[in-house]
């Protein structure tokens, strides 16, 4: 699923891939344009295998500048940029073994104890069950003491996060069975009452809970959060269907996603991404990844797009950060393909 500052700043701090401008269709889709298990296959393997080699040189990317997957000196409060989950679990998702020295560096490097935040918590329970620790029984290197990252994050106070955040911290919570410590300040069910609450009127969600800043991106991100939260309440389920009607309706022509700047649509991968995943996180939904229609007009799915922004060499076309770029993609192929046996990418074993 990623803080009160302007949309324009947080686009480009979280390096979403530019992909082009959308463009509106007056005539109705003749054909639909869909990826075969052979293309799926095919993007798979190269999107997987680039990965792999991000994470054997441990770089963001292969530019004479590209910054440090995982290093306590560069992320001296995480020990990790920002998006390495997704990074993992993507790995995780499509079949990766990770091996003991990877897990090994990983846990080096990594930065927690009693005093790290909810969003950093989140992130490290997601990849750190995605390479194969326990969350709960958590050693960090060095030190002699175990962590249960689990209830720290069930203990932390989560009343100033964003609505990303606190869609990152439901999602977390929702990785394995965990149980509920009794000093818990919040619950699975009241979190995703608490994000249901935050939506807006016109049914997506904003990254600063204002209306004119709904986004795709933020709006995914909670539809997949309250998807993963399983709440029976009506009021949650509503709003769920909702989101899900919301990311429906903004899909181009061509299948992709995309972010408001200066009265336009920028199409990315990013945004395609995590609306796949979005998609694929229901099965009553997962057909509008690459068998439906979202809106008439369009004529691509929403998976031969995103496969679109994949190079030859496997990395994200017009990515700032492949550490996005890569691991959302490879995310969100995951999701896909698992929802197809009716299963979820979040639920890791």
């Avoid at 020295?101 to 846990?107: D, G, V």
């Avoid at 909810?118 to 958590?138: D, E, H, R």
């Avoid at 989101?243 to 903004?250: I, V």
């Avoid at 030859?312 to 995951?334: C, D, E, F, H, R």
């Amino acid at each position: 699923m990623k803080k009160h500052i302007l949309l324009a700043t947080i686009l480009t701090s979280t390096l979403f891939v530019v992909g082009g401008l959308q463009r509106d269709s007056a005539h109705a889709a003749t054909t639909f344009k869909t990826s075969t298990s052979k293309v799926v296959k095919s993007k798979t393997s190269a999107t997987v295998r680039y990965a792999k080699e991000m994470l054997a040189t441990n770089k963001n990317g292969f530019t004479t500048d590209a910054a440090p997957i995982f290093s306590r000196s560069a992320y001296p409060t995480s020990g990790a940029a920002d998006g390495y989950s997704d990074f993992l679990l993507g790995l995780k998702g499509n079949g990766y073994k990770f091996t003991g020295r990877q897990k090994a560096f990983i846990r080096k490097n990594l930065v927690l104890n009693s005093k790290s935040d909810a969003a950093t918590l989140s992130k490290a329970i997601v990849g750190l069950k995605a390479i194969g620790y326990n969350p709960q029984k958590f050693r960090p290197y060095g030190s002699q003491k175990t962590l249960n990252l689990v209830a720290q994050l069930y203990q932390s106070n989560i009343n100033n996060q964003t609505t990303s955040a606190l869609s990152q911290v439901l999602i977390a919570v929702s990785t394995g069975s965990y149980k509920q410590p009794k000093n818990a300040k919040f619950s699975r069910t009241k979190l995703a009452m608490t994000l249901s609450a935050l939506q807006q009127t016109n049914h997506g969600w904003a990254y600063d809970n204002q209306l004119s800043n709904v986004d795709t991106d933020t709006t995914a991100m909670a539809v997949i959060a309250l998807a993963r939260s399983k709440s029976t309440t009506q009021q949650v389920k509503a709003s769920l269907i909702q989101g899900q009607n919301y990311l429906k309706s903004k899909v181009a022509t061509t299948g992709a996603f995309g972010y408001q700047y200066l009265g336009k649509t920028v199409l990315n991968a990013n945004s395609t991404a995590e609306a796949v995943l979005a998609c694929a996180t229901k099965l009553n939904t997962v057909k509008y990844v690459n068998h439906s229609r979202s809106i008439k007009t369009q004529n691509v799915s929403p998976l031969t797009a995103l496969f679109k922004y994949v190079n030859s060499t496997g990395s994200i076309k017009g990515a700032s950060s492949q550490l996005y770029g890569i691991g959302q993609v490879n995310l969100a192929i995951a999701a896909y393909k698992t929802a197809l046996h009716h299963r979820s990418v979040y639920t890791i074993n």
